[in-house]
């Protein structure tokens, strides 16, 4: 049996109709098929089922093949494979139908061709569907792209490899305070911008080609020639060609002016706050530490009990309201670093004998380990310290009791590495990204019962950033966790200053 084929024949003569289905067998196909004669028949015909060929007689009694095929193509534009079978034509009138929009043309008396045109007609078919298929496809995403571009409030933009601009949406042309996008395309942005800015975008840029890495979420203070301020947030990733390579890059910037006054007012407001708390809360510590401590006379012990309780939590206020202030003071770059010589051992040493009750209270050992050779760096002693101690707070912590901590100096090629190794369940892997942003906590619930106020990493990153070091961990789950601190070592040919005194803080 031969492959299946549903076709309609415009055809009078019962003869022929049986030489063309015979010269489809022998073809290879198996016709399921249709015969008609006139106008009606065919209208009729169309109605009932969809064909995948049409085979036509010219001339009929009562119908013409032009009418067939006019029929098809204008009235209902189908795409159908539609051949004149005919011993009446001329070569003329042939060459007349296909302009029309036949596609072949076979004589009654070469029927051998019938079969081969139809397989030929069909496998055209197939290709201008699947290009039709493509070209709604590609129109579909265009439409998509046009929508996103015109609709989105953010700028979108697109570069090649020279930097150029080759497509942008009108809220980039209106960043760039132009009138029209032709005023752009085929330039870079060190027509429109200041050289300074210019420079660090093409900076940004060419990494990300060498790179492939995208650029996310990169904050810029902008300056308008009025003097107006302006922050963006500019996201950029590369565009791929099909082998996989670097053609271009895609830009998208967001104005985030009104995030930033926002964020400033809240921070402006906690640090108000703050500040009007911080006196009367160190003033009722004092006075809850004296009546505590006996000065007042001896206290009934269930007075006694919950003076402790309201002394306890006091000082917890009192650490929780210092950490705010001293992440906004360091955001806000108005915390002075005095860079000095330090040495990092007795410094470290100092931290763990003045926060000994705090570890005992977690029943958590510390221990010190020194390697061989020198211990100084150039660093703020007080700032260090307060690194330091948040570190081993933070160990202590997350220890299990009766469990150790392991505080490590280390001298590596270029710095002095200070590491805390504790034992605790380690950092969960939806948390990494996090572990170093304000008021980040593991687990809210675990985070009241250990205490803390969730700012003493991001507080550690930023004095170290200041301090032209790195802080990093490294952790498995389960297995603990390992802080580490790397500080420029001692220069003695660009630093002169003497040994300065380490005045260690009590853990928060």
């Not at 070569?91 to 302009?99: F, I």
């Not at 132009?178 to 975008?201: C, H, I, N």
């Not at 007042?296 to 402790?308: D, F, H, I, S």
């Amino acid at each position: 049996m031969g492959a299946s084929l549903n076709v309609l024949i415009v055809e009078d003569n019962p003869n022929d109709l049986e030489l063309i289905l015979r010269a489809l067998r022998r073809g290879g196909y198996d016709p399921n098929y249709r015969c008609v004669d006139d106008a009606e028949a065919l209208e009729s015909a169309l109605q009932a089922q969809p064909w995948e060929v049409i085979l036509c007689d010219y001339a009929l009694p009562r119908f013409s093949g032009l009418e067939a095929l006019r029929t098809i193509r204008e009235i209902h534009r189908l795409d159908v494979p539609f051949m004149f079978i005919s011993g009446a034509i001329g070569e003329e009138a042939a060459v007349a139908l296909m302009r029309a929009g036949a596609q072949d043309f076979v004589r009654k008396d070469n029927f051998s061709r019938v079969a081969a045109a139809i397989e030929r007609e069909l496998s055209a078919v197939e290709t201008r569907r699947k290009n039709r298929q493509m070209d709604e496809e590609l129109e579909f995403e265009r439409q998509l792209l046009r929508q996103l571009m015109a609709g989105i409030p953010d700028a979108i933009y697109f570069k090649d490899l020279q930097h150029r601009y080759i497509h942008l949406n009108d809220a980039q042309r209106l960043l760039l305070n132009v009138t029209s996008a032709e005023e752009v395309l085929g330039k870079t942005a060190d027509v429109f911008v200041s050289p300074e800015r210019a420079r660090m975008q093409w900076e940004e840029e060419e990494k990300l080609f060498a790179t492939g890495e995208p650029s996310i979420d990169r904050i810029e203070k902008d300056v308008q020639a009025d003097g107006t301020v302006r922050w963006i947030s500019t996201t950029k990733a590369p565009i791929r060609d099909h082998r996989g390579e670097i053609i271009g890059l895609v830009g998208i910037t967001r104005d985030i002016t009104e995030r930033k006054r926002h964020e400033q007012m809240k921070d402006e407001f906690v640090a108000t706050v703050s500040h009007e708390l911080r006196t009367p809360l160190a003033s009722i510590a004092g006075a809850l530490g004296l009546l505590v401590g006996g000065a007042a006379g001896q206290v009934p012990e269930p007075a006694k009990r919950l003076l402790t309780i309201a002394y306890t939590n006091s000082q917890r206020l009192v650490r929780l309201i210092n950490d705010i202030l001293d992440i906004e003071k360091l955001e806000a770059g108005k915390v002075e670093f005095n860079l000095r010589l330090v040495d990092v051992k007795p410094l470290v040493e100092q931290v763990i004998e003045v926060n000994a009750v705090f570890t005992d209270s977690f029943n958590v050992r510390v221990r010190l380990d020194v390697g061989a050779g020198e211990t100084a760096v150039r660093a703020d002693a007080d700032r260090l310290t307060q690194v330091v101690v948040n570190l081993l707070s933070n160990a202590v912590k997350f220890s299990p009791p009766d469990q150790e901590v392991v505080v490590a100096i280390e001298q590596r090629d270029d710095c002095l590495r200070i590491a805390v190794r504790d034992h605790g369940p380690g950092i969960p892997d939806d948390f990494k990204a996090r572990i170093f942003e304000k008021f980040a906590q593991v687990d809210a619930t675990d985070a009241r019962r250990r205490g803390g106020s969730g700012l003493g990493l991001s507080i550690a990153k930023q004095i170290v950033t200041r301090l032209g070091g790195d802080i990093g961990y490294e952790t498995e789950l389960g297995g603990g966790a390992s802080f580490h601190v790397d500080l420029p070592r001692w220069d003695e040919t660009t630093m002169a200053d003497p040994r300065q005194d380490h005045r260690p803080v009590h853990a928060a």
